[in-house]
C-alpha cells in the first residue's frame, strides 16, 4: 500500500538547492521512517517499491539503499524474492521493549534531576506547556511530537553518553509502540498527570521521585500499548475469517 496522497506530497525529499545536504536515500529513509513509527504506513503492510519511488520523485536506487538502512533498523522486513513488508509490532515485542526502556529512561530521570540547568528545566517547562496546548487542540500529531522531544530530553539532560547510547538504539522502536497508545488516545489524561508528576519532581530536584514517577509512567504506557495490540492481534484471525467468507459468497 502506498501512502496516503497529503502524506506523500508532504513528506516530498529536498532536491539539489534546498537546505539539506544529507544524501537522498538518507532523506527517503528518514522520511519512510517517519512514515513507520507513526503508524502510516501500517506493521505488516506490503511497500510497493515503484509506486513509492515515483510518489516520491526518486530513482529506484536511492528507494532501495533507503529500504536497507530500514532493514538494519529492524522496522521493515526485507526479504529476497519476497514482498517488502512494514516489521509487525506483537504485544510480546512491546511489553519486552518497554520492560527494558522503563529502566533505562527510569534512570534517565533521576541522573536529570540532579543535573540538569536551570535553562534544561526551563526548556522542559516550555515543551510540557506546548504538549498540553496541543492536547486540548486534538493535534495529535504535534502531540506526539512534543512527548517524545520531552522523553529525549530528560535523557540528554542525564548527561550519561553510555545510557544515552543504549537508550538511542532503542528509541525509533519505542517511539513506534509508543504511537499506539497515542494513536487509540485512551490513556493521554493520566498519561498527562504522570508527566506533570515528572515535572514537580524535577522542579523539586528529587531525584527519586522523578525515578519512580517515569518509571510508573513508562510501565502504564507498556501496559497499554501491550492491551491494544493484544485486542488487534484477537481479533485478526476474525476478521480475516470474514474476509474469507466475503470472498467465497462473492464468488
Known sequence: MSPPANAATAMKPRRRGSISRAPLHDQVADLLRDLIVTGRLAPGEKLQIA???????????????????????????????RPTVVAPVTADYARALFEVMAGIESQAAELAAARMTAADLARLEELHGEM???????????????????????????????????RAKLALHAKRV??????EGSRRNAALEEHERMMAALRAGSP????????????????????????????????????????????
Not at 513509492?52 to 526485507?78: C, G, W, Y
Request: hydrophobic content about 40%; some cysteine.
Open 51 to 81: 509506486s513509492l519511488a515515483r510518489q516520491l520523485d526518486v530513482s529506484l536506487t536511492p528507494m532501495r539503499e533507503a529500504l536497507k538502512i530500514l532493514a538494519e533498523e529492524r522496522l521493515i522486513e526485507l526479504t529476497p524474492n
Open 132 to 166: 498540553i496546548q496541543r492536547f486540548e487542540d486534538h493535534d495529535d500529531d504535534a502531540y506526539f511530537t512534543l512527548n517524545s522531544q520531552i522523553h529525549d530530553l530528560i535523557v540528554e539532560c542525564a548527561e550519561n553518553p553510555i545510557l544515552s547510547h543504549v
Open 178 to 183: 509508543r504511537y499506539v497508545a497515542v494513536r
Open 208 to 251: 527519586d521521585d522523578a525515578r519512580r514517577a517515569w518509571r510508573i509512567h513508562l510501565q502504564n504506557s507498556g501496559d497499554e500499548v501491550c492491551r491494544i495490540l493484544a485486542a488487534e492481534q484477537e481479533a485478526r484471525p476474525v476478521s480475516q475469517l470474514n474476509a474469507k467468507v466475503k470472498r467465497t459468497q462473492n464468488a
